[in-house]
């Protein structure tokens, strides 16, 4: 029988912030016997906690009517926490304690109450996932989203939104705000446990297939629109300074007018690369075709794509393509003297 209760992670929550425990007994076949404690008098509370007794007890309904199962997520206690930064933006405080609880075991968490909030945050934090109610006071989901992927500095930041509202009509205006998914609510957290990792693990593999292919094709790898055509300029701004060793962060950020930091959570987001990385992977990449074509050997090559060192140049190639730059070109010379198969 599926139990659709608030579940032992809010119940074992609420007991703590009244000073008690919870423990259970089983026995196979005969059931189970949950124990809770708490002290009743009030010496065992400070006067601020004391003073909370006397309000209203925590509207726990409304947690049960967005989230059908607090079945806690899976975690082994060793587990270290990914380099994954999520906003959590959801006006209900108890719901948004609660997922921030869950999920900080795994990812670097931030709350938010509204939309105004939440851009706040991330003007201020490298934020890779937003997680958002849709209906909201101020600012709502749907806004925000549209402001996130509007800007070319957040366009990047993946976006799931949560909603009551499940029509058609709805689910069209998500997707035109620009989400990249959308959930039900009430909804399971296990679920948008699995929207989330789903997310993450596509952009990370788009990021390790444009490090490690030696073709320069954006379109390929399926960005939004914004993202491709910036990921377009700034290849474009690397090609103009292809030569220059000493382009620097300092240069490329100019070009692009955006400040350092934008411009590094940008390329890291989309590419999984510092930009110091990217400009270097770029430089790599012309060098494979250049290679490929027998444009010069091997130190002139490494000079016109901006390395100083040809044996610093040979090794960054092997460690990007698995070869060294003489097996790359033995490679393609292989490949274009075997005989190929025609039919007749």
Do not use: W
């Not at 007794?53 to 990914?82: F, G, H, K, M, R």
């Not at 090609?239 to 070009?255: C, I, N, R, V, W």
Request: proline share 4%.
């Amino acid at each position: 029988m599926e139990n659709h209760g608030i579940g032992l992670t809010l119940t074992k929550e609420m007991l703590e912030l009244h000073h008690g425990s919870i423990r259970v007994e089983s026995q196979l076949g005969q059931g189970s016997v949950f124990t809770v404690e708490f002290p009743l008098d009030a010496p065992f509370y400070t006067d601020a906690e004391r003073v909370g007794l006397s309000a209203s007890p925590p509207d726990v309904d409304l947690v049960q009517l967005e989230i059908t199962s607090l079945e806690a997520l899976t975690e082994p206690e060793e587990a270290e926490v990914s380099d994954i930064s999520l906003l959590i933006v959801e006006d209900n405080a108890q719901l948004r304690s609660l997922m921030e609880k869950i999920f900080s075991k795994r990812y670097h968490t931030y709350q938010a109450a509204n939309g105004e909030e939440a851009l706040r945050i991330v003007d201020e934090h490298p934020i890779d996932v937003v997680v958002s109610d849709i209906i909201m006071p101020g600012m709502d989901g749907l806004e925000l989203c549209r402001r996130l992927k509007g800007n070319v500095n957040t366009s990047h930041i993946g976006v799931l939104l949560l909603t009551a509202k499940n029509s058609v009509d709805d689910r069209i205006d998500s997707y035109n705000a620009g989400a990249d998914g959308y959930l039900s609510k009430p909804f399971e957290l296990k679920v948008l446990d699995a929207r989330l990792s789903s997310l993450i693990k596509n952009r990370q593999h788009k990021s390790e297939r444009f490090k490690t292919t030696v073709e320069l094709s954006i379109s390929a790898l399926e960005f939004p629109s914004l993202d491709e055509k910036f990921l377009e300029n700034a290849i474009a701004v690397i090609e103009e300074h292809l030569a220059e060793p000493d382009f620097d962060l300092d240069m490329f950020s100019g070009k692009l007018s955006m400040s350092k930091s934008s411009l590094y959570r940008k390329i890291k987001s989309l590419t999984g690369m510092s930009p110091v990385e990217f400009t270097k992977n770029i430089r790599l990449k012309h060098a494979c075709r250049m290679l490929s074509m027998q444009a010069g050997n091997v130190s002139d090559i490494a000079y016109s794509v901006g390395f100083a060192d040809p044996k610093y140049f040979t090794s960054c190639f092997k460690a990007a393509f698995g070869v060294t730059p003489t097996e790359y070109v033995k490679q393609h010379k292989h490949a274009d003297t075997s005989p190929t198969n025609t039919e007749n």
